[in-house]
């Protein structure tokens, strides 16, 4: 049976109760600026106008997302692939959502808000460490903030040595890419692939 409407949703599952039904803030506070510095990866989710959805990786090293007040955060715009599909919907609609992790931490921290995206010197000065300047960062204004339960992670065991695979365990990336294009371009290796990566960092 298709569930279609949140009262028939409701018969199937209790109303948030204690700290889940009250956890979400408006604003970033102690606990939240200290996570978003030691965290070296996060997804960033948008939506267009048409609700297409996308969500994408992003990583640097700790801190590479800069909080600039309880309200405002910096995220830069790392060199890509160029299809900008995260960028593009934030033309279109400026509605963001990250999901913040730490290695080794099986919390997550999420924020909903509004976000743009910007080429002010300012900002991107505030990245004049990185190897390559971004071209432009989004900033993001906060308007929900919450710590996500370790349920998931746990799980999940995704930080455990006995979840991990060996990456020969997978096809390359230039494998899968050729079986699913259908292309008949020489297969570029694993190794190959990593080490162009790491000059583009």
């Known amino acids: 049976m298709e569930i279609q ?16 039904k009250v956890k979400s ?13 030691k965290s070296p990866f996060l997804i960033i989710s948008t939506s267009s106008k048409q609700y297409k ?5 992003r990583g640097g090293a700790p801190g590479f997302v800069k909080v600039i ?3 405002t955060i910096i995220i830069p715009d790392a060199k890509g692939n160029n299809r900008v599909d995260s960028l593009s919907n934030i033309t279109e609609t400026g509605q963001i959502g990250l999901l913040f992790l730490i290695s080794g931490v099986d919390e997550t921290l999420r924020i909903n808000g509004k ?6 010197k ?12 971004p071209k432009v960062c989004l900033v993001v204004t906060v308007e929900e903030m919450f710590l ?4 998931a992670l746990m799980r999940s065991k995704l930080w455990s040595e006995e979840t991990k695979i060996n990456r020969s365990e997978l096809p390359s990336m230039g494998q899968m890419m050729k079986d699913q294009l259908n292309d008949d371009k020489p297969v570029e290796s694993q190794e190959a692939m990593i080490e162009r990566y790491q000059k583009d960092l």
Do not use: Q, V, W
Not at 25 to 30: H, S
């Open 5 to 20: 409407n949140i009262d028939k949703l409701r018969e199937l599952y209790e109303k948030p109760k204690g700290r889940a």
């Open 25 to 37: 803030l408006p604003t970033l506070e102690k606990h939240s600026i200290n996570f978003i510095s």
């Open 53 to 57: 959805m996308d969500a994408s990786p």
């Open 69 to 71: 007040d309880n309200n």
């Open 115 to 120: 976000a743009l995206i910007s080429s002010n």
């Open 122 to 133: 300012d900002y991107l000065n505030l990245f004049s460490s990185e190897r390559k300047r």
């Open 148 to 151: 996500h339960c370790a349920k």
